[in-house]
């Protein structure tokens, strides 16, 4: 490989608008049993019983509706109740709800008449328990970085915010495991240990929580060393919609004992249940890391390199792609310097660790022009043309971001028939591909110049679906995609799931208008 020192600036982190002080989750292996007896839960129960009398559900005049039907304030008496259970400066309402509210694209907005923080597992139990009873509809919210619309409340919904469950436990040097609260960001987990690391890499880890990343199966950088998400779960703590907590933290390896429920809430988008914490594996820290960034002259080339790495780099860690047309926008916008000195049609991130990790990589990348980086810095910034590609659509407009992916075969065709089926549909639009190579997965941004009514969806996803793929590879199906969910998965199993969610759910209070019922 012709190597070159790599050379931009670091990626900004996302915003963060629930972030609060620290708590007192409950700590490894410790359920908290929703209706053992608890001072401040029971009061709130008490005033429960006397507020809540108001099956099935009616708009009082206390509960008033906007046009559309929905709630746009609780009862006094209500908010007492929840307040009584997470304390008066963690139940927001008004003005304040307004960065709750709004995702992260700004393309997903909506209304709640209470932001509610609960600090435990002990209190969030009692705030669904007191919701259900109510009739209330509830979102969970995590970091609120997800990008299917599905951690907003847009039928106003009550909103749980998790974040200031934020406890980490100590690591478990032993097992290499951690237990943290649904609220701990995936940087902190994977900072814990100077020699161990969380598995999942995403751009959005300084905002993106724990309970986020299980509810979404999260995927990410890595996931073709790592897995997603549900491969590093070892146990889950959660909370059903009635108040049930159920809690399986041991951290077990082997555990044939039944139905693996925390495999079942991985990917489950805040509707089976509120996830409280998680118990993670943790990988040894990456030495030896070499990353290199390379011009290719188009997406066949690109795809067959990749392929070859996977095959052939014992080492390797991420195969990442990105195209002319988004690196053109950062350079432009985001003050990033152009990688290489020349342009090149599309572009492939490869990285690996451990002895002969270089020399592995230069026999794949041969006399292509390459960046490569070796130290920590030099590697964040290569990778940073990587990582602000998220962003890049941003830059134009509001984006519609979809996430998909095909059968490795299928890939290239993909890869570089996306754009096309999107202009037939809008010609003006821009669209802007990136994502992780390997896995077969294409992040196909697109800023639309006519109206966002479906119609980019529609043509991005039977063109996936007649590929043989999936229309989520990892952001998950939220608001965005469940009209078109019947393109992935058979009449049969979504009538099983809507059997496990009504198991799991009966009253539908949890995030009604994610996934079809
Ligand atoms: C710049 C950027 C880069 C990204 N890169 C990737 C990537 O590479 N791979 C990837 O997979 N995703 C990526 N994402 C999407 C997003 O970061 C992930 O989906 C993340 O896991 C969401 O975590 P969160 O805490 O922000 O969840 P939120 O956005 O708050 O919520 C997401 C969903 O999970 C539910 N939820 C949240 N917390 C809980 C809980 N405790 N219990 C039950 N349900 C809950 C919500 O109701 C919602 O349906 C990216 C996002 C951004 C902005």
Redesign the pocket.
Known sequence: MRAHAASGRVHAD?SDPGRVGVTAWGGAGQAVAPRRPDPVVDQARSVLKRTVAVRPVTLSRNRRADETGRVMTLPGALLRSLAGIVGEPHVLTGDATAGFAVD?TGRFQGHTPAVVRPRDTAEVAAVLALCTDAGLPV?????????VG??VPRHGEVMLS?TRLNQLGPVDHEAAQVTAG?GVTLQQVADADPGLDLGIL???RG???V???V??N????RVLRFGPMRAQLRGIEAVLADGTVVSHLAGLVKDNTGYDYPSLLAGS??TL????AARLRLVPRLRDTVTALAGVSGLDELHALARRAVREVPGLVSAEFFTRTGLDILVAHAGLAPPLPGPAAAYLLLEASGPGAFGDLAGVIGDREAAVAESAADRARLWSYRERH??AAGFLGVPVKLDVSVPAAQWVRLASGAADVVTDVDPGAEVITFGHVADGNVHVNIVPAAPADGRHEDAVFSFVASLGGSISA???I?ALKAPWLALARSDAERALFARIRSALDPTATL?PN?LPR
């Open positions: 996302v992260w979102v969970p919210q995590g970091g609120n970085t997800g990008l599905g951690g998790l649904a995403i751009a959005s905002s993106a929580t309970g986020g990343a509810a979404t999260a995927g990410g950088l988008e805040g249940a509120v996830i409280t998220p962003e990892e952001h998950g939220g995030n994610v």
